[in-house]
């Protein structure tokens, strides 16, 4: 249990730093008016 | 094998076939027919008490045999107890190895122990509230007079029904010791906590499940919490350096935007600036509001495909005097993030829909700024990382707290739910 606790553990570091490194914003829970959508359309005004 | 050697003898009571299986350790026996307990100690088989009880079914039938820490048990004897206070219930069973000697099973509320008798008898134990036995530490757990309810088999020791014995539990799961004291001797036992499914699997047999906690039942994630936590700090450290070596980001753009009164529905774009690899874009939107409101579409528009990513933000500010009392809402900043946006040349297209807006319209500075740490994925993987040991130590109060609810001795800090009057 403690070698699966370690391991977990130290994925969820690695995936913080590869969050980080490609930019992702993992939850929007912590940030205030952050909100960003992608479109797929190409955009017309 | 001396385990073999049964004697057979005629009750002196009902004339029922009595087996002593200990032969040689025995001194008294129980006819199963009659429960008559007979002194076993030389052929004279005088009657140490007359009974006519029926005999009972027990768990663990007398005669079976079971390993238990590689050594093969035989079930000699049986005796119930109950404590004169509390009116709670135990069972024990005696074991018997010719090599090895005897040991007991103890059983309660579905719970089992093995246990042997100590000769490391400490003067002290039973009225002291903590004993310590092999550098370990045993916390007093129960004190209490037992008394004999039922016995069945055979025993090394006198016993009839309606012995009665002092006891004190100490506790420091796994193991309990218990002292035990009446007019002729006092004895200590060292017993080891046993999950029912060894004991059933041990005999073969099966055995109704448990209930409650026991007092020395080892509790959830018993020996390893340290390490959990141990490992939880080392992550959140780790997560931290990681956090802490993004940095603050690098401004990509900055401008001050005027929407004048007729440019009300005009859409606004910041010059062409690059990303130099995927990365997150953070905008900021600065507008000095009084009293007024204002909501900004913007589209990142990629400049090669044309692909658009959205947001919108929606800024109001707005304060007064309200009998003397200053209050405000709002704010005149709003920031949105863009997650993830792959390498290229990007603008920036800003649609605003002002609110009253004065006759001399108003500003909006605008700041863009990519690989912004984002606490809020530290604070993501912070709550993954937590939530475990948190649980992990949740659950191990609340099995603490069950085990010492039936104690009076318990520790202060289980104590929350006790009156102190």
């Not at chain 2, 090895?100 to 246990?115: E, P, T, V, Y």
């Not at chain 2, 995927?278 to 495909?305: C, G, I, K, Q, Y």
């Not at chain 2, 004065?358 to 500075?365: E, I, R």
Request: hydrophobic share 40%; with cysteine.
């Amino acid at each position: 249990m403690i070698r699966i606790f370690a391991i977990y553990c130290a994925s969820l570091v690695v995936l913080l730093a590869y969050a980080n490194y490609q930019g992702y914003v993992l939850s929007n829970l912590f940030d205030s008016q952050s909100h960003a959508s992608k479109s797929a359309n190409h955009y017309h005004k | 094998m001396a385990g073999k050697a049964v004697k057979s003898f005629s009750c002196p009571a009902c004339g029922g076939i009595v087996e002593v299986r200990a032969v040689g350790h025995t001194i008294s026996a129980i006819c199963a027919h009659c429960s008559t307990v007979i002194d076993t100690a030389n052929d004279n088989l005088k009657i140490i008490k007359k009974e006519h009880e029926a005999s009972r079914e027990t768990d663990i039938p007398i005669g079976a045999k079971g390993v238990l820490d590689s050594i093969k048990w035989e079930v000699i004897g049986y005796v119930e107890k109950k404590d004169k206070s509390y009116m709670s219930f135990w069972d024990e069973y005696l074991l018997f190895n010719p090599y090895f000697g005897f040991r007991f099973l103890l059983q309660a509320d579905g719970h089992w122990n093995l246990a042997s008798v100590i000769k490391r008898y400490q003067p002290l134990a039973g009225s002291v509230s903590e004993v310590e036995l092999d550098g370990e530490k045993f916390s007093v757990y129960c004190r209490g007079q037992s008394i004999v309810e039922y016995v069945k088999g055979e025993f090394y020791w006198r016993v009839r029904k309606g012995d009665e014995d002092k006891y004190v539990d100490y506790i420091a799961p796994p193991r309990m010791l218990s002292v035990e004291k009446n007019r002729q001797e006092v004895s200590e036992s060292l017993a080891e906590y046993l999950e029912p499914e060894v004991i059933a699997k041990a005999f073969g047999i099966e055995l109704p499940a448990k209930s409650g906690v026991a007092p020395n039942q080892p509790a959830p994630f018993h020996g390893k919490l340290g390490r959990i936590w141990q490992i939880t700090t080392l992550s959140i450290l780790a997560a931290l350096l990681i956090q802490w070596s993004m940095g603050s980001g690098t401004m990509v753009h900055t401008s001050q935007l005027h929407i004048a009164q007729h440019e009300r529905d005009k859409t606004f774009s910041t010059p062409v600036f690059s990303l130099p690899r995927r990365a997150n874009l953070f905008v900021a939107s600065m507008v000095p509001l009084n009293n007024d409101w204002m909501e900004l579409e913007l589209s990142l528009v990629n400049e090669a495909s044309n692909e658009t990513y959205a947001a919108r933000q929606v800024i109001e500010y707005y304060y007064g005097n309200d009998g003397g009392d200053y209050w405000s809402e709002g704010g005149q900043v709003a920031e949105s993030s863009f997650s993830a946006v792959p390498a290229g040349n990007y603008r920036l297209l800003v649609d605003p829909s002002p609110g009253q807006m004065g006759p001399n319209g108003m500003d909006v500075s605008l700041q863009i700024k990519r690989n912004v740490a984002v606490w809020g994925n530290f604070w993501f993987i912070f709550l993954l990382i937590i939530a475990f040991p948190l649980f992990a130590f949740l659950y191990r109060w609340y099995f603490e707290n069950k085990r010492w609810e039936n104690s009076d001795y318990a520790p202060a800090i289980y104590r929350s739910g006790e009156s102190d009057d």
